[in-house]
């Protein structure tokens, strides 16, 4: 242990020597304060705090996945390439040491400059609101939409199958299928309008979505339903009226067959514009004992419109943890990045020359960055270029981690949930699996590599 620790801290005294990451230093220092005072979003106090904490992150983590990346790979190569290595490996000095040593180093200077730059964010974070003296309704606004940690719960798809199933065999029996579509469209096609259907409030007509495992922190809080209207025809105004219910339905159907209810729902009479997202602040103690939760929608004549809610814009957000603990995770996952990046650099080292092995982390890295978006990408293309597709560079690219999948902002900026259970997930594929391996693959291709010719 005493031997991979003086090579881990001669690593981070060779990295501290190097003038890119002096560079990516002064760079990070200098542009985190300037983009905290110069960010501005869409003009509020909660568009600028979601602008800058996404920008800030995003810049952060890019450049110390890159600094991590030419860090782990010079500190080897170099070593190679100088013969430095000759003066180690002659010492009581192992050459899986030797490499566990570098990543130490590595790894040690990542968390060093991960919690030095998260804390200039955090800091400019929690100050901006004093530095620009928001008013009171912002303060309130940013504490429920931003300073916090929401959990989300939406509503799953109606299943229709069977519904379907029936519309297509009357057709069917009616001669009243298209002839142009095959069977499998149709039933695509049928499937789509029964649940537009289910997501459709007529005029004078409710809507009803039930949740169940709604947990708040406390009856203290507060619940916020979010929500998105669609209309087939626009009003004059873009507004439409809505009467939501909010709380325990059951209670209701108690008062339909004459029993006395423990507690009433909340009813909120609403005018809000189509197309954009409406938040309803609720007490939390509108949940149930038993954490049930249902949230009714009422068209009412005034809107002379049917009012559609489109997929996955009906949902329930409840504080689920802190500002602070919800950052600390997301600083975390940026972390276990880092981690990854640092294996995948000392793998490279191993067996390829340093502009080599920089060319190849570099291609790995923007390929887990755009992974989903890649995959996404192939599936639309024709039948056979899919076939040979999915057994070559789509199962490569599933071997990597998915980085845009999980990144932190994704969470910071809309205030939700980053749950320690999907931190440890990701933990265990993206270290405990995918770096390990390439750890192992490192050792195991250094152990063999023949690092100097003996001339006779």
């Given at each position: 242990?005493?031997?991979?620790?003086?090579?881990?801290?001669?690593?981070?005294?060779?990295?501290?020597?190097?003038?890119?990451?002096?560079?990516?230093?002064?760079?990070?220092?200098v542009l985190l304060p300037v983009m905290g005072f110069s960010a501005t979003g869409d003009g509020t106090l909660k568009g600028r705090l979601q602008t800058f904490v996404s920008y800030g992150l995003?810049?952060?983590?890019?450049?110390?996945?890159?600094?991590?990346?030419?860090?782990?790979?010079?500190?080897?190569?170099s070593d190679i390439e100088q013969r430095q290595i000759y003066t180690v490996i002659t010492k009581p000095i192992r050459r899986f040491e030797f490499l566990l040593g570098k990543l130490l180093g590595v790894i040690l200077l990542d968390v060093i400059l991960l919690v030095l730059f998260a804390a200039i964010i955090y800091t400019i974070i929690i100050y901006t609101p004093k530095l620009f003296n928001a008013t009171e309704t912002e303060r309130i606004q940013v504490n429920n939409e931003f300073f916090t940690a929401r959990a989300a719960l939406t509503v799953p798809e109606v299943d229709v199958s069977q519904e379907v199933e029936d519309i297509y065999k009357k057709l069917d029996i009616r001669n009243e299928l298209p002839p142009n579509l095959s069977?499998?469209?149709?039933?695509?096609?049928?499937?789509?309008?029964?649940?537009?259907?289910?997501?459709?409030?007529?005029?004078?007509?409710?809507?009803?979505?039930?949740?169940?495992n709604v947990k708040p922190r406390g009856s203290n809080e507060r619940l916020f339903i979010r929500f998105k209207y669609d209309v087939p025809v626009t009003p004059p105004d873009s507004q439409v009226y809505g009467l939501w219910t909010v709380g325990d339905y059951r209670q209701i159907r108690q008062i339909?067959?004459?029993?006395?209810?423990?507690?009433?729902?909340?009813?909120?009479?609403?005018?809000d514009p189509v197309q954009k997202f409406r938040e309803i602040e609720v007490p939390a103690d509108a949940v149930a004992k038993d954490g049930y939760l249902a949230v009714g929608f009422f068209n009412v004549p005034l809107n002379n419109t049917a009012v559609?809610?489109?997929?996955?814009?009906?949902?329930?957000?409840?504080?689920?943890?802190?500002?602070?603990?919800?950052?600390?995770?997301a600083v975390?996952?940026?972390?276990?990045?880092?981690?990854?990046?640092?294996?995948?650099?000392?793998?490279?080292?191993?067996f390829l020359s340093f502009p080599v092995a920089i060319l190849l982390c570099l291609v790995l890295f923007s390929t887990a960055s755009v992974s989903g978006f890649v995959i996404e990408s192939f599936d639309f293309l024709s039948e056979n270029i899919s076939v040979i597709y999915s057994y070559t560079i789509k199962l490569v690219i599933r071997l990597l981690p998915q980085f845009d999948k999980f990144n932190p902002t994704k969470f910071l900026v809309p205030a939700r949930l980053l749950s320690w259970s999907l931190l440890a997930r990701c933990a265990a594929v993206m270290v405990c699996i995918k770096a390990f391996l390439l750890l192992l693959l490192a050792l195991l291709i250094?152990?063999?590599?023949?690092?100097?010719k003996i001339i006779v």
């Open positions: 242990m005493r031997s991979i620790w003086a090579v881990a801290t001669n690593t981070i005294k060779q990295a501290v020597r190097m003038k890119v990451a002096a560079v990516f230093l002064i760079l990070l220092l995003s810049l952060t983590s890019l450049l110390l996945c890159l600094l991590t990346i030419i860090i782990s790979i010079y500190s080897v190569t069977r499998d469209e149709i039933i695509a096609e049928l499937t789509k309008q029964q649940q537009l259907a289910k997501r459709a409030a007529a005029v004078g007509y409710e809507l009803l979505w039930e949740f169940n339909r067959y004459g029993m006395k209810p423990e507690t009433l729902p909340y009813i909120f009479e609403r005018k559609i809610f489109p997929p996955d814009c009906i949902m329930v957000l409840y504080q689920a943890d802190t500002f602070t603990g919800n950052f600390v995770k975390l996952l940026i972390l276990l990045r880092l981690i990854f990046l640092a294996c995948l650099g000392i793998l490279a080292s191993t250094f152990s063999y590599r023949e690092i100097a």
